[in-house]
Structure formats: structure tokens, C-alpha cells
């Protein structure tokens, strides 16, 4: 899904930010976000997806630029009169009210009457399969569980806007997956446009339908998770999204969208030019561990085949991890499924892998 601004539920318009009057943390960022969309921020620590975040709640201001909500600016609106429904990473429960009393107290600041208040109480805690806790204290309550009532809080006064900030980054990893599935199908099965702020991929990946990369307060890179990881702009996101692999180079020739690429050690190989333009210029070449072969009757006739000396296998349950040397590169890694006719290599043996040309691309250096 995506967004134009005139559609758009969403819209940063030129929004800069900057906390001392120099630096700037947030450069002249241009985003649409459709209605019913679930975009995630997506960054290194300082990237700038947190205070874009904070920009769209209220709690921060933007040095320069305009935030619209369903067309109108809300720049100078206050935090508690947007209609956002915000959940943070440490909950901010209420520790002294129960689960049912933290629930109601949105609905209580909206002077939303009694009966209509419980009501909607029940439904929001039977939303996040919660419905028998509202009597308890969030100190009965693991991290998973009081990671749901923030939820269902975020969620009861039925904003059309919620926004996330690393909610499950004190989870365990069983937990988090979980999580994952149970907020992407509530915010798709409501209609609830969602902005999501994390650090890690892996749930950027599985959530949204589309990212924003972030590095140095700018978008790397804005599309669906599919694209981003088998068509990364440039080296920056390929490098961020998913395990890549990474040869240096120089162009030598650009043909029919074909670029010739002389490795560091010498080997000439083809690759797709994404950002290279001419011949001359340093390359990073960037090919992902799954898309290279190591059997050679799995290759195709144009694969494109190169030496390499095994220095490390791995046997990871459902995949086996092998770590090469290619092109002089010592962290060259692959990953072969589990399977009976995937042989399973020794260090020092060595083969010839393969990949696809179309699967490698060459980036800016």
C-alpha cells in the first residue's frame, strides 16, 4: 500500500528538526502514510525514526516543516487533544490503579460516561484476550501481559492513529514473535493506520506493509518489506535489512544493464548497476547468503561461478551456515536448507558457488 499526499492520512511535509539550532536530527523529510496503513520506522540508534515519532505524538516540535493528520496541520495542536493512541516500550502503566482503572482513564479524560466506559473497557481487554485481568495491578502481571493492557489502552478510545516506540524490546524472543502476529492482525482487522519505531528488522519485516529506513535523519530507502530486501537501494540498506554479503570492486564496463565488475583479487563478474553509473568508479557488490548455490547441478547455465575455501560450518537445525573465503573476503557466509542432498562441508575443502547475476547488485562504495 501506498500513499499519495492527496489520499494520505498522514503527511510530513518538509519537517525538520533540530535540537541545538545547528545539527540536524531530522533533514527535510517528505512521508506520506495512507489510511489503515502499517508503516514501521526502521534505524540504527540516532538515525532520527524516534523523533519523527515524537514529532507525530506532540512531544516534540518541529524546527521547520508541517505535519498534517487527515489534512489538517496539527503542529501547534497539544499531545492530548491529536486523538493518538501511543505505546511505549515500558508500558507507563498506571502502578497504583488496577487493569480495568488504566483502561478507563483515556475514556475518563474524553468525559465518556460510566456504562459506555466499561463497555468499551471489556472490549478493548477482550481485544488483546485479556478479559478476566481487569481487577488486578500491573505488578500482577508479566512483561507480556502488561505489554497487552498498554495495547488495549492505546487502542479503547478507538484512535484511527496508534503509534508504537519499540513496544516489544523488553519481551523474550518466543513472546515477541507472538506479539508481532497479535498487533499487525488487530491494527489490519480495526483499520487502525499504525506507525511503528524499531531497530529490529526482523519485526520491521514481518509487520509492515511498508518501512522507512532511517540513517542520519534522512529515508535510505521507503517500500514494501519485499523490495526493500531483494532490491535495497543502496549499500547502507543492504547492509541494515536481513545478512548480505559484500564484495569490493571496481566497475570496468556498463552494458545493456549489465555492469562488469573487476574484484579486489582480480575476478571479473557480472552484476545489476543500482547506484554505479559510469566505469572507474568503487563498487560494493552485495549478493544475500540464500541466493548462492554451492552445488553446481542447482545452478543455471548463466550463474555466474567463482573459487571459495570453506572456513566454517555451522548446523543450525533448518538451515546449515557455511562461512567462506571468496575474493579475499573472509565472512562470505551462505545458507543451505536442512535437506539430504545438501552436502555438508568440511573447512578447508574447496568449491566453486554460484549465483544469478540479476541476484547481485552493484552499489555505491
Request: a negative charge.
Amino acid at each position: 500500500m501506498t500513499a499519495s499526499t492527496d489520499d494520505a492520512f498522514v503527511v510530513f511535509d518538509r519537517v525538520q528538526k533540530s535540537y541545538d539550532g545547528e545539527t540536524l536530527v531530522v533533514k527535510d523529510l517528505n512521508l506520506s502514510i495512507g489510511k489503515g496503513e502499517f508503516l514501521t520506522m526502521l534505524g540504527p540508534s540516532g538515525s532520527g525514526k524516534t523523533t519523527c515519532l515524537m514529532m507525530l505524538a506532540g512531544f516534540e516540535t518541529a524546527t521547520h516543516g508541517d505535519i498534517l493528520l487527515d489534512g489538517q496541520p496539527i503542529n501547534n495542536i497539544p499531545p492530548h487533544k491529536r486523538g493518538i493512541g501511543m505505546v511505549f516500550q515500558n508500558y507507563a502503566l498506571f502502578p497504583h490503579m488496577t487493569v480495568a482503572e488504566n483502561l478507563a482513564f483515556p475514556l475518563e479524560v474524553r468525559n465518556i460516561g460510566k456504562s459506555e466506559r466499561e463497555a468499551k473497557v471489556r472490549r478493548a481487554l477482550d481485544m488483546v484476550q485479556m478479559g478476566d485481568f481487569g481487577g488486578r495491578r500491573p505488578a500482577q502481571l508479566s512483561g507480556g501481559q502488561q505489554q497487552r493492557i498498554a495495547l488495549a489502552r492505546a487502542l479503547v478510545f478507538e484512535p484511527e492513529l496508534v503509534l508504537m516506540d519499540e513496544p516489544l524490546g523488553a519481551l523474550d524472543k518466543q513472546l515477541r514473535e507472538h506479539m508481532q502476529f497479535e498487533i499487525t492482525r488487530l491494527a489490519h482487522n480495526l483499520g487502525i493506520t499504525t506507525v511503528y519505531v524499531t531497530h529490529d528488522q526482523t519485526e520491521a519485516l514481518t509487520m509492515s506493509d511498508r518501512v522507512a529506513v532511517f540513517d542520519d535523519g534522512r529515508i535510505q530507502q521507503l517500500a514494501p518489506p519485499d523490495e526493500l530486501y531483494e532490491q535495497p537501494k543502496n549499500s547502507f540498506v543492504a547492509q541494515f535489512i536481513g545478512e548480505n554479503n559484500t564484495l569490493m570492486g571496481t566497475v570496468k564496463e556498463i552494458n545493456d544493464g549489465v555492469a562488469l565488475v573487476e574484484l579486489d583479487d582480480g575476478e571479473l563478474i557480472d552484476a545489476k548497476p543500482v547506484n554505479v553509473a559510469e566505469p572507474g568508479e568503487r563498487t560494493l557488490v552485495s549478493i544475500r547468503p540464500e541466493r548462492v548455490e554451492i552445488s553446481k547441478d542447482r545452478l543455471s547455465p548463466d550463474a555466474h561461478l567463482i573459487h571459495a575455501e570453506v572456513l566454517e560450518f555451522i548446523y543450525m537445525g533448518d538451515i546449515y551456515r557455511t562461512r567462506l573465503r571468496v575474493a579475499g573476503n573472509e565472512d562470505f557466509v551462505i545458507k543451505t536448507r536442512n535437506a539430504p542432498d545438501q552436502p555438508r562441508l568440511k573447512p578447508g575443502e574447496k568449491l566453486e558457488i554460484g549465483w544469478l547475476p540479476e541476484d547481485c547488485r552493484a552499489l555505491d562504495a
